[in-house]
């Protein structure tokens, strides 16, 4: 008679990737990158950088209806990162900018909030550009 052989493999107890939450259910997420995008995202801690920034995320949309940056991006400290401080700049450029184009849609109602914005936005933009100021600077000395 010939016996079975030994069974190897299979599932095993405590095995594979761990939920991030036992709570509520994960999906995989595909996006493109450029390989210098995909490098610099390993750096600054992968996929747990990801979700890290989407939970301190802010909903986009304000009361006024105008695309709002992030608070940290609205109030962050003076950086050792220019790369940071350029994408910062980038974002109040973006707020201005969509804070223009509600206040020509705007109605009298919420007129003076849109106008509200785009003068956060335009002293963010402000604040961003001595804070580089100051940065090129130091690096200069």
Known sequence: ???DPPVRGG???GQG???LSHDAPTVPVSIKMTIEQKDKLQRLGGPSWVRERIDKAREPESESGVLAA???QRTAPMTDDFDALKARA???RQRLGNAML???RADDA???AVEKEMEAARKEGAAISREMNRWA???KS
Do not use: D, F, I, Y
């Open 17 to 19: 990737r761990k939920p």
């Open 102 to 104: 509600a206040l020509v």
């Open 1 to 3: 008679m010939k016996s």
């Open 11 to 13: 599932a095993g107890r």
């Open 110 to 112: 919420n007129r003076e």
């Open 90 to 92: 980038a974002t109040a």
């Open 137 to 139: 600077k130091a690096q």
């Open 70 to 72: 992030p608070p940290a």
